[in-house]
Structure formats: structure tokens, C-alpha cells
């Protein structure tokens, strides 16, 4: 069964500060995703990785950056919070670039005051 | 660009009753199409897809065909229960958007006993 383990599951931060998001998974997939959710909106696509020491942007990159360590590991970063950033955060994997299937992580839910 | 519309939600049923998300999309190229869906304090889950035109796709008692000439792919089960209660999201990609998954905006389904 493929495993996406994210952390923190809720995060609480003040605006302007730094806040990281953190995402594992053990299933070897070339691909890592991060997509913030909200109302109205469904799942909405920040950054995306297809291996180890690559990021790309998604259709909603500024305030946003990531770093993909290894393949294992894929942060999403928000150097300088703000409230618009309040969200819940899901990180997924994928195995191949063509129409693959993703498996998401349960989350995390950040609020920003 | 590509995008996805489906049923605004909430919608809300009694148990044995039918369903129907209409998922409706835009794109040039020819895309696969899936459902995914979130389960209350989960990440969204893939519940089938399908890549050829005029095919159907089923899992758990929901099925949508892929209709190309009506660039629709509705979700639908005879019967809901209870434990169907979630947020379904339909979405596509295609070659020319790099293979990225487009996601409608979600339909909340409470299914009452």
C-alpha cells in the first residue's frame, strides 16, 4: 500500500514568519506534488518535484517554495506567512508522469494569524 | 487552458437513493479522466479512471463513461449509503499540460440514514 506521511497535522504561525511543511513517502515514486485546498477552489497545485534536487512551479507558486531533498522527502516552505495562506495542505506522489495515479497524504492544516 | 466543472455542492441525499455529479471539461488534447475522493480527515483517494473515450469506469458501486462528444464524465451509483458521505472531485490531464492532474472544485456528499 502506498504511504505518504505528512507533518506537522496542524499548524498554528503568526504572519511573517517562517513555516515549513513536511512530506515522506516510501513508495520510490519519481513524482511529489504539493496542492492546497480550499472551499470553492478543490485542489490547487504549488509545486511539484520529479526527483530528488528538482521543483517546479504550479499554477499557484507565489509565497511558496520547496525543496525535494531526496526522494523520500518534499518540503513545501512559506518564508513569510500570511493569513491568505491559512489553507489545509496535501502533499501526493505519482509513479510516472502519464496520467498517473496520485496517493495523497492526510494533510495538514495550517492556520495563519 | 484546461478545466474541470462539476455539480456545485453540497448535496445532500437519504440512504438507497440514486446519484448523479456531473463533471463537465475543456481541453484540446485528449485527456484521461479520473474521480478521486476524500473521505472526512483524508487525503483524496483515487476511485477509478479511465483513458479511451466512450469506456466506463467503476469501483464501489460508482460508475461515469467517458463521453467525448459531450465532454462529460458523470458520476453516478443506484444506491448511496451512508458511508458514501465524502467530497468527490473529478479532474483530467492531457500531454500538452505535462500530464498535471486538473481538478474540479468538489462536490460534498452527505448521505443522510
Known amino acids: 500500500e502506498a504511504a505518504v506521511t505528512q507533518s506537522p497535522r496542524n499548524k498554528v504561525a503568526v504572519t511573517g514568519g517562517k513555516v515549513t511543511l513536511s512530506c515522506n513517502q516510501t513508495n520510490n515514486h519519481n513524482n511529489m506534488y504539493w496542492y492546497r485546498q480550499d472551499t470553492g477552489h478543490g485542489l490547487r497545485l504549488i509545486h511539484y518535484?520529479?526527483?530528488?534536487?528538482?521543483?517546479e512551479k504550479g499554477d499557484i507558486p507565489d509565497g511558496y517554495k520547496a525543496s525535494r531533498p531526496s526522494q523520500e522527502n518534499f518540503s513545501l516552505i512559506l518564508e513569510l506567512a500570511t493569513p491568505s495562506q491559512t489553507s489545509v495542505y496535501f502533499c501526493?506522489?505519482?509513479?510516472?508522469?502519464?496520467?498517473?495515479?496520485?496517493?495523497f497524504g492526510s494533510g495538514t492544516r495550517l492556520t495563519v494569524l | 487552458g484546461d478545466s474541470v466543472t462539476q455539480t456545485e455542492g453540497p448535496v445532500t441525499l437519504s440512504e438507497g437513493t440514486s446519484l448523479t455529479v456531473n463533471c463537465s471539461y475543456e481541453t484540446k488534447q485528449y485527456p484521461t479522466l479520473f474521480w478521486y475522493v476524500q473521505y472526512p480527515g483524508e487525503g483524496p483517494q483515487l476511485l477509478f479512471k479511465?483513458?479511451?473515450?466512450?469506456e466506463k469506469g467503476s469501483n464501489r458501486g460508482f460508475e461515469a463513461t467517458y463521453n467525448k462528444e459531450a465532454t462529460s464524465f458523470h458520476l453516478q451509483k443506484a444506491s448511496v449509503q451512508e458511508s458514501d458521505s465524502a467530497v468527490y472531485y473529478c479532474?483530467?490531464?492531457?500531454?500538452?499540460?505535462?500530464?498535471?492532474?486538473?481538478f474540479g472544485s468538489g462536490t460534498q456528499l452527505t448521505v443522510m440514514p
Open positions: 501526493a506522489s505519482g509513479a510516472a508522469r502519464k496520467a498517473e495515479t496520485l496517493y
Open positions: 518535484s520529479y526527483g530528488a534536487g528538482s521543483t
Open positions: 479532474a483530467l490531464s492531457e500531454p500538452s499540460g505535462s500530464w498535471q492532474l486538473i
Open positions: 479511465v483513458p479511451k473515450a466512450n
